[in-house]
């Protein structure tokens, strides 16, 4: 299911212009004008197809998600990788420096960096990957500092393989999955995070299209013309929410834990939960049997 809103959405943004009925810069002189066949969400404040500003702000939206993403799980898995590797002095600076921004508001100190440089998607940009970086790091850093100490590697060291060496072939492959995983459950966070940043001025300005800043926009109207926020609003939600199927869904194909993987015999395994419903059925007089082997 968040696959296929995903989907949805980057099919929409990757053809806004010609899935939006109109322009979505043009100005009418249908303003506030609710849902109707000439409008399907009504029109703004300005007398502007909600609608296309929609479709067309997801490009936006979603593509400054995924930058921001992609640029914090760069830094994260960089600083965790080299942290977690080579340990002792080089570990314990890189650490304090992401306990440091940890221990500040997230989204405040977010807000101040973007509010130093030039509203725009470069502010929005440089603030989420000054904060977010460091909690992503700590994450990488606890896995690597599990896989360091293991036989393959230590055996790879000992046959005269370098750090970068050991790193590309053997630590970044086995931390893939887990931080895919981890980067699909917080894509949504920065998805809301752009959205904030937009919604108080940071981000793209008018009348460029973006979730956060129609949100902003239609604030005045929102008493007697709800459908100006709302289009936006459920538009973010239904992007955050997939993400987060999304995420929940990745986690438990990745996971061995959550039981979802086929053990070496081929064999299904059940999902955790579904075990659990099993036991308690099993307790009952005339219940369904125990889990089968490799069920956790």
């Known amino acids: 299911m968040g696959g296929m809103i995903l989907a949805s959405a980057g099919l929409a943004a990757l053809f806004a212009p010609w899935v939006a009925p109109a322009d979505p810069l043009l100005i009418t002189g249908d303003r506030l004008q609710g849902p109707s066949l000439a409008h399907l969400l009504g029109t703004d404040l300005l007398g502007r197809d909600v609608l296309s500003r929609v479709v067309h702000g997801a490009r936006l939206s979603l593509g400054a998600g995924a930058l921001a993403g992609v640029s914090v799980m760069t830094v994260g898995v960089l600083v965790g990788v080299v942290a977690g590797y080579l340990g002792g002095v080089i570990d314990s600076l890189l650490m304090r420096l992401a306990e440091l921004v940890l221990a500040l508001p997230g989204m405040i100190l977010a807000f101040a960096i973007a509010a130093v440089l030039r509203p725009g998607i470069t502010a929005v940009l440089v603030g989420l990957v000054s904060v977010w970086w460091a909690s992503f790091s700590r994450v990488v850093r606890s896995l690597v500092l599990g896989l360091r100490t293991?036989?393959?590697?230590?055996a790879s060291r000992a046959s005269g393989a370098g750090h970068a060496r050991v790193i590309v072939r053997h630590v970044l492959p086995?931390?893939?999955?887990?931080?895919?995983?981890?980067?699909?459950?917080?894509?949504?966070?920065l998805v809301l995070a752009v959205g904030g940043l937009s919604f108080i001025g940071l981000g793209p300005q008018p009348p460029t299209p973006e979730w956060g800043a129609m949100l902003n926009e239609g604030r005045a109207a929102f008493p007697s013309y709800p459908h100006v926020m709302l289009a936006?609003?459920?538009?973010l939600m239904t992007v955050v929410l997939g993400l987060n199927l999304l995420g929940d869904g990745l986690r438990d194909a990745l996971d061995p834990r959550?039981?979802?993987?086929?053990?070496?015999?081929?064999?299904g395994r059940e999902t955790s939960r579904w075990c659990v419903a099993r036991r308690l059925l099993w307790r009952v007089p005339g219940g369904q049997p125990?889990?089968?082997p490799g069920c956790r």
């Not at 086995?174 to 966070?189: E, I």
């Not at 959550?258 to 064999?267: Q, S, V």
């Open 150 to 154: 293991r036989d393959y590697i230590t």
């Open 174 to 189: 086995n931390v893939t999955s887990q931080v895919a995983v981890l980067m699909t459950l917080r894509m949504g966070r």
């Open 232 to 235: 936006p609003g459920l538009a």
């Open 258 to 267: 959550t039981g979802n993987l086929a053990d070496a015999r081929g064999l």
């Open 290 to 292: 125990p889990c089968p």
